[in-house]
């Protein structure tokens, strides 16, 4: 695998990989573990890298996607009014009726298409304050990993030995 990505420090691979919308910690923490990077490097690794981007998500998409929103370019508008939509839609307005709870669980379960990221954007888009978005967020990933690292190192692991 480190061979894909240029020969990087193994170490490094789950920290880029927690960063990537979509992957996020969840994929960070399978990489780690397939990479046989111990559960407590990785963990720190992984949290540090998905937690980044979010105060920018925070501070600047509803910027960003509006401007994205008012150009030229075709693709650039219909992302943002996909985003648009995602962070406004079914599962954002469940997190505007419970907020801290609401986006500390949708970040903290990991199924597809939950996570920081999206909480992230869902959260600016809704206007909920930092004061809880961010508590929230920070919760929310902890207990991400809680269940990832019972699946990536528990579960994952088992399976590898058996071949």
Excluded: D
Excluded at 7 to 29: D, H, K, T, V, W
Excluded at 74 to 95: D, E, F, N
Aim: aromatic share 8%.
């Amino acid at each position: 695998m480190t061979e894909l990505l240029g020969g990087l420090p193994p170490i490094l691979i789950p920290f880029i990989i927690s960063m990537i919308p979509i992957l996020e910690l969840r994929g960070g923490l399978i990489a780690a573990s397939i990479l046989n990077i111990p559960m407590w490097e990785a963990i720190g690794v992984c949290i540090i890298g998905n937690i980044l981007p979010i105060p920018f998500i925070l501070l600047f998409i509803e910027k960003i996607l509006n401007w994205m929103e008012g150009c030229k370019v075709g693709w650039m508008r219909k992302l943002a009014l996909w985003l648009k939509a995602r962070g406004t839609g079914p599962k954002a307005t469940k997190i505007r009726k419970y907020e801290f709870l609401g986006l500390l669980l949708f970040v903290g379960i990991p199924l597809p298409g939950t996570g920081a990221w999206t909480g992230s954007l869902i959260a600016a888009l809704l206007h909920v304050s930092r004061k809880k978005s961010v508590p929230a967020i920070f919760l929310g990933l902890i207990l991400a990993t809680i269940i990832m690292c019972l699946l990536s190192y528990g579960g994952l692991q088992a399976i590898m030995n058996l071949f």
